[in-house]
């Protein structure tokens, strides 16, 4: 049973660039969050999705955006690269009546240059 | 908002030893309390987990107790392993939304 796949697992953008992240959930998950973790810090959360809507929104500006596809799996977009936004950007897979333990990806590392 | 604080934010302890790290929340309307391990390179993993309605569970060497009426609850790491040696995150979640900790980087010696 696969888990969370998260892809690229690195990559590296320039100041000002578009970048996309994606997701594939956990198999019988229908719920996915996102969150970007510094280095040294925890998870801050972004914003979450189901049923191909954010349900729920983190403090992050709109150059953050999301997207959920029929299939569960799901995107994130920033736009306009900061140095800042460098971080591991994480997917975490739910299944949204269940309040137990999310199902984490490795990660996609992202530098901004 | 910071709505989960963590600390220690590093800890050192000695192989055998016992590990705490604590966490502290704000919103009652949390009700599912999941520790997390973190190894470098990797996504947390979920570790153990507690609801409100005990004030304590045990899977192993490890240990969440925890406290309603402080709002407080914490991890306990028995025979510390050098294997144990990670982050760890607390974290809190109501209606399927998840605030976690900043983490404790935990060093055990052998």
């Known amino acids: 049973d696969a888990g969370v796949t998260q892809s690229p697992t690195h990559l590296i953008k320039t100041r000002g660039q578009q970048v996309t992240l994606r997701c594939s959930p956990k198999?019988?998950?229908?719920?996915v969050s996102w969150y970007q973790q510094a280095l040294g810090q925890g998870p801050q959360f972004i914003f979450q999705?189901?049923?191909?809507?954010?349900?729920q929104r983190g403090n992050f500006p709109d150059r953050f955006s999301g997207h959920q596809f029929p299939n569960y799996s799901s995107e994130l977009n920033v736009n306009a690269l900061l140095l800042g936004d460098s971080a591991l950007y994480l997917c975490?897979?739910?299944?949204?009546?269940?309040?137990?333990?999310?199902?984490f990806g490795s990660g996609t590392r992202l530098t901004v240059v | 908002q910071q709505q989960v604080k963590q600390s220690p934010q590093s800890l050192i302890v000695q192989k055998g030893g016992i590990s705490i790290i604590n966490c502290a929340y704000e919103?009652?309307?949390?009700?599912?309390f999941p520790w997390y391990q973190q190894f470098p390179g990797k996504g947390p993993a979920l570790l153990i987990a507690?609801?409100?309605?005990?004030s304590e569970k045990k899977e192993g060497r490890f240990t969440i107790s925890f406290n309603k009426s402080a709002k407080q609850f914490s991890l306990h790491i028995m025979d510390s392993q050098p294997g144990d040696s990670a982050t760890y995150f607390c974290?809190?979640?109501?209606?399927?939304?998840?605030?976690f900790g900043a983490g404790t980087r935990l060093t055990v010696k052998p």
């Open positions: 975490a897979s739910s299944l949204v009546q269940a309040t137990y333990g999310y199902t």
């Open positions: 198999s019988g998950h229908d719920t």
């Open positions: 999705y189901y049923e191909e809507e954010e349900r």
């Open positions: 919103n009652t309307a949390f009700d599912y």
């Open positions: 507690i609801r409100p309605d005990v």
């Open positions: 974290a809190a979640s109501y209606n399927n939304d998840m605030r």
